[in-house]
């Protein structure tokens, strides 16, 4: 595709259901993204990959959150036990980045509402 | 906590005026970015500039970069309503963090 694709757009959820939220970046793009922007806010890195390693996770809020990318190409965000204080919007974004030897332009996704009720 | 911090937070200004934006960062650097993101979009990249850079053109956007300050501005001359939105930094330490940013409202 020619960009950052996310699926589902909106996802509504009922407190406690698991959710898995999907992300195929653009295709080569060696490094991934994922942030979690809540209303009016700018977005909070949850996790970065590069190819299949997750080589930082330092922003995943509890270990309710896991995020996996196992060929290196699309990624999923799984929630568990989804709760209210969930509900943001999530973002993906990629890029040729290669950690410690400066960034390239990264291209985000047009993220994934989820709202938990 | 966050790389990039933004700001002022919110700037309102006349369509045809310049505004000026700025973000702090904390460790050294090999580049920095700006991006805008227009509600309930994402972000958009709008320019890059390397840490041996001090300053970037791109069409209306300015860019300059202070190593010494660890402080970067990005400036949008003679703005327009299409202008509205919400500008980030960010920087390639810590893998690519942002801050609050600073959401521009240009009034037509």
């Known amino acids: 595709g020619a960009g950052v694709s996310q699926s589902p757009r909106y996802k509504v959820a009922k407190r406690g259901q698991d959710v898995a939220l999907r992300c195929d970046p653009i295709?080569?793009?060696?490094?991934l993204f994922w942030y979690q922007q809540a209303l009016g806010q700018g977005p909070e890195f949850l996790t970065y990959f590069q190819n299949e390693a997750q080589l930082d996770k330092s922003g995943l809020p509890s270990d309710r959150f896991f995020a996996e990318r196992p060929e290196g190409s699309v990624s999923t965000l799984k929630i568990q036990r989804t709760q209210q204080e969930d509900s943001a919007v999530y973002l993906c974004a990629s890029s040729y980045l290669i950690r410690g030897t400066g960034m390239t332009e990264a291209f985000f996704g047009q993220g994934t509402r989820l709202t938990v009720v | 906590s966050q790389q990039g911090e933004e700001d002022p937070q919110a700037l309102s200004i006349q369509e045809g005026e310049n505004a000026t934006m700025n973000c702090s960062y904390k460790?050294?650097?090999?580049?920095l970015q700006w991006y805008r993101q227009n509600s309930g979009r994402g972000l958009v990249h709008l320019i890059l500039?390397?840490?041996?850079?001090r300053e970037k053109h791109s069409g209306r956007l300015r860019v300059t970069l202070d190593t010494s300050k660890k402080s970067s501005s990005l400036l949008i001359t003679a703005s327009r309503a299409a202008d509205t939105a919400s500008y980030f930094c960010?920087?390639?330490?810590?893998?690519?963090?942002f801050g609050a940013g600073t959401r521009l409202t240009v009034k037509p």
């Open positions: 460790t050294s650097i090999n580049n």
């Open positions: 500039i390397r840490s041996n850079e």
């Open positions: 295709s080569g793009h060696v490094s």
């Open positions: 960010a920087t390639d330490a810590q893998d690519m963090r």
